[in-house]
């Protein structure tokens, strides 16, 4: 059982739409991350949200913290193919544990 | 600079086995963590180790342990292999302890057990 659920799970889209990649929880985070991961290799850090209600931008990618830093959303402007792989949200609960989300895997179809 | 590394790459065990997992940090850093990535899941958060010392737990059965050395490489342990423990092993360093601090994970290690 994972604390963080992702949503969706799956998604296939065109090159140049956007998207909303949803993570959901019950329990309160003292900060939230996203990672991209692509195959064969780990995940790579994309951007550390700390405050509810917090949002960062990253280029194409905008990333904003819950109010009541529960859950966080990604939304990418402009999808391109390489932006395809498996995204992972992870919450921090107390000092040492990261829990992560569920993943959802985009595909960008050129 | 080089990055996390891991080895082996690929290991395959069969049921009731054991097995070592290991990895080296980035240079500099003193603190890793351990995670397990069954197929189609996200990262489960196994160990983390501090300056030689365990400062987190996750949920695992005590046949999972681990241990850091003096040059900050560590090793995961798994005994009496159990089917569900075939997965991707990640190791990731940090500069400092802590769920926060930013972590850079190595490319894993993929564990079937047979």
């Known amino acids: 059982t994972q604390l963080l659920e992702q949503s969706p799970q799956f998604l296939s889209i065109q090159e140049g739409e956007n998207l909303t990649v949803y993570c959901n929880s019950s329990s309160v985070f003292s900060s939230l991350q996203w990672y991209r991961q692509e195959p064969g290799e780990g995940p790579v850090l994309l951007v550390t949200v700390v405050t509810g209600g917090e949002v960062k931008k990253l280029k194409r990618l905008t990333f904003q913290f819950g109010d009541a830093r529960k859950d966080s959303s990604l939304h990418i402007t402009a999808a391109q193919p390489g932006d395809t792989g498996l995204y992972l949200c992870?919450?921090?609960?107390?000092?040492?544990?990261?829990?992560f989300g569920t993943g959802t895997r985009l595909t960008v179809i050129p | 600079d080089a990055g996390v590394t891991q080895s082996p790459t690929h290991l395959i065990k069969t049921r009731g086995q054991q097995v070592t997992l290991r990895c080296s940090p980035i240079?500099?850093?003193?603190?890793v963590s351990w995670y397990q990535q069954v197929l189609g899941q996200g990262p489960q958060f196994i160990f983390q180790y501090y300056e030689k010392e365990e400062r987190g737990r996750g949920n695992f059965p005590d046949r999972f342990s681990a241990r850091q050395f003096p040059n900050y490489s560590s090793e995961l342990n798994v005994n009496a292999l159990l089917l569900g423990d075939s997965a991707l092993y990640l190791c990731?360093?940090?500069?400092?302890?802590?769920?926060?601090?930013?972590?850079?994970f190595g490319p894993g290690t993929r564990l079937t057990v047979l």
């Open positions: 240079s500099g850093h003193k603190s």
């Open positions: 992870a919450g921090a609960i107390g000092a040492n544990n990261l829990f």
């Open positions: 990731a360093s940090s500069l400092i302890a802590g769920a926060t601090d930013t972590q850079y």
